[in-house]
């Protein structure tokens, strides 16, 4: 599933608890990423203090986006909806309802 914000794709719970943990404890012990891994650091700057901060935010917006996306079709939706968009209550109401 794709972030439509950011056009990325989103992570599981587990994968976006387990990244956060990492980049928080990477900006807290390392003091020269470059130095640390240069291996990854050949051709790109690493993110200063405030970018890391800036993308654990838009990861934990990701999170927010997969909460609140029907699970049905995938479509944005309000807590109070409860895991499906109206569209697809109403189809799940109307099918239970026809079913019997
Ligand atoms: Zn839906």
Redo the contacts with the bound molecule.
């Keep these: 599933m794709e972030n439509p914000k950011t056009g990325r794709t989103m992570f599981t719970p587990r994968e976006v608890a387990t990244v956060l943990a990492a980049l928080r404890y990477w900006q807290a012990t390392v003091e020269d990423p470059k130095e640390q891994s240069p291996d990854y650091f050949e051709e790109d700057e690493p993110l200063s203090d405030e970018e890391i901060d800036t993308l654990c935010e838009n990861i934990n917006f990701d999170m927010t986006l997969a909460e609140l996306a029907?699970?049905?079709?995938?479509?944005r939706?309000t807590r109070e909806d409860e895991g499906?968009?109206?569209?697809?209550?109403a189809k799940a109401e109307h099918e239970t309802e026809g079913g019997r």
């Design positions: 029907c699970a049905e079709c995938g479509r939706v499906l968009c109206a569209e697809c209550t």
